[in-house]
């Protein structure tokens, strides 16, 4: 086909008019693009068509341009470039807010836990110190208890103690007790074996014989009586040693017909 | 009336045809176009808001709409500036083809009726000059006389394909004359306003 028959076809006409698929025009720019001078036969249609329009034309209210103008204006401000930096900058803080929040949130449960295993310890070590004061207590206690009680049996065991039994007497044969007596400390302790039980408002009184009469050696708490030493006033000398049956608070001297056990210090 | 037309435009010839566009070339245009300069766009707007609205409110027959539709499509055409491609054919076609494809968008979005697609062919004539009188100055006397070169079957053909877009097959639906002869009167319209043209720039 030679370019006059080209022109002739009609194909460049139908271009001018936007018709025809996409591969017809494929085909027109590739002949466009070979034949050069078919460009300014198309030229010509183009402008031909531009005059028939032209002639057409109807004049836009003088108020058109104006807004047309604003629009462009407005539009321009908002250019693609900054609108796609907007976004992926948008995008980018998008990003780090839900990095952070669940940071936020990581670090929350965290803190939680932690302050939950705090809380535990904390209680825990109340709890420890709490209970190595009690140990801490307890143990002075037994230390005092081991410490009277090693007191005593050295005391007992000590070759200058006697050991004064006292005997039931009439009243009550069964009832028993027992002094040791240290001369050089002239520490007396009393080990009550069996007594009656104290009626209301009495209560039982140690005596010492002192150069035959009776002194008052203490009272004896039966009620408190868990150890099996009591410690008493203190002689350096002394015959005998006997309980009777007074009046709570004790007597100045002995009711004679009170008298539960007795027994005389061996020579 | 046709022949006085005719008379002026061979005495006063290309004059009243560039009135329009005196002073900027093609080249210049698609430059403007293309600068993304907004305070030059008023020059594209000058030099083609007439011939856009002519061919706006033949699809669409509503002034207020199609002027909607022609600030439309002005924004469009800045927002596309970079897609245009000179080698693929004169700034004005493309400028055309989004006008038109907004106005038949609005043409059926609106429920506007569609101008000439059900008018006879006397009406349509009527129309085109009655349009063509009111719109034109002193100094486009001579382009009515282009409109006027076309036979008026021309002229229908030629305003269906070229302003309302339709296809060849279209309009042979349409005007219910066969395929050949649409071909044929498009050819020979096209051939006429070549024709008229160059007498015009002589």
New interface residues.
């Given amino acids: 086909m030679n370019i006059a028959e080209y022109i002739a076809s009609g194909k460049l006409e139908e271009c001018a008019l936007g018709h025809g698929n996409a591969q017809e025009r494929a085909a027109v720019e590739a002949m466009l693009a070979s034949h050069p001078e078919l460009r300014g036969e198309l030229g010509e249609i183009e402008e031909s068509l531009f005059q028939y329009a032209q002639a057409n034309a109807v004049q836009p209210s003088a108020g058109l341009k104006g807004r047309v103008m604003a629009a462009i204006t407005e539009e321009k401000k908002e250019t693609p470039v900054v609108a796609l930096n907007a976004q992926r900058s948008s995008r980018k803080t998008n990003w780090l807010a839900a990095a952070s929040i669940v940071l936020l949130l990581g670090s929350l449960a965290g803190n939680f836990m932690l302050y939950d295993k705090y809380q535990n310890s904390n209680a825990k070590v109340l709890a420890l110190e709490s209970e190595k004061t009690f140990l801490a207590t307890d143990l002075g206690v037994e230390r005092a208890k081991y410490s009277e009680s090693s007191n005593m049996l050295s005391m007992i065991n000590s070759p200058d103690t006697r050991r004064v039994e006292l005997k039931g007497l009439p009243l009550s044969p069964e009832s028993k007790a027992m002094i040791f007596w240290n001369k050089e400390s002239a520490d007396v302790y009393m080990s009550v074996a069996s007594l009656p039980a104290a009626p209301e408002g009495m209560e039982y009184q140690l005596w010492a014989i002192v150069e035959g009469a009776p002194v008052d050696a203490g009272m004896i708490d039966l009620s408190a009586a868990d150890n099996m030493l009591r410690k008493m006033k203190s002689f350096e000398s002394a015959q005998a040693f006997a309980v009777t049956l007074e009046v709570k608070g004790g007597s100045s001297s002995p009711t004679m017909e009170k008298m539960y056990v007795m027994g005389a210090v061996p020579s | 009336m046709h022949l006085w037309n005719f008379t002026l435009t061979i005495f006063r010839p290309s004059k009243a045809?560039m009135a329009?566009r005196t002073s900027y070339t093609e080249e210049q245009l698609v430059s403007t176009l293309q600068s993304g300069r907004?305070d030059q766009?008023?020059i594209l707007?000058?030099s083609f808001?007439?011939?856009?609205?002519?061919?706006i409110?033949?699809v669409v027959d509503n002034?207020d709409v199609?002027?909607d539709v022609?600030?439309e499509s002005?924004?469009k055409i800045?927002?596309k500036r970079d897609t245009y491609d000179a080698?693929?054919?004169?700034l004005?076609?493309w400028m055309?083809?989004i006008c038109r494809n907004s106005a038949i968008d609005a043409a059926r979005s609106k429920h506007v009726k569609v101008a000439s697609k059900i008018r006879n062919i006397d009406d349509n004539v009527t129309s085109?000059n009655r349009?063509?009188s009111?719109?034109?100055n002193e100094d486009?006397i001579g382009?009515?006389?282009?409109?006027d070169s076309l036979l008026p079957e021309q002229k229908v053909i030629?305003?269906l394909?070229?302003?309302n877009?339709f296809?060849?097959e279209e309009v042979s639906k349409e005007l219910n004359i066969p395929l050949g002869t649409v071909?044929t009167r498009?050819?020979s319209a096209?051939t006429k306003?070549?024709e008229?043209?160059?007498q015009?720039i002589v």
């Fill in positions: 045809l329009s907004a766009f008023g707007y000058d808001s007439g011939a856009l609205l002519g061919v409110m033949k002034r199609a002027e022609l600030q002005f924004v800045w927002q080698s693929k054919g004169r004005f076609t055309l083809n085109v349009k063509t009111v719109s034109q486009a382009v009515a006389t282009i409109v030629m305003d394909i070229y302003f877009g296809t060849q071909k498009t050819r096209l306003l070549r008229t043209f160059k015009g």
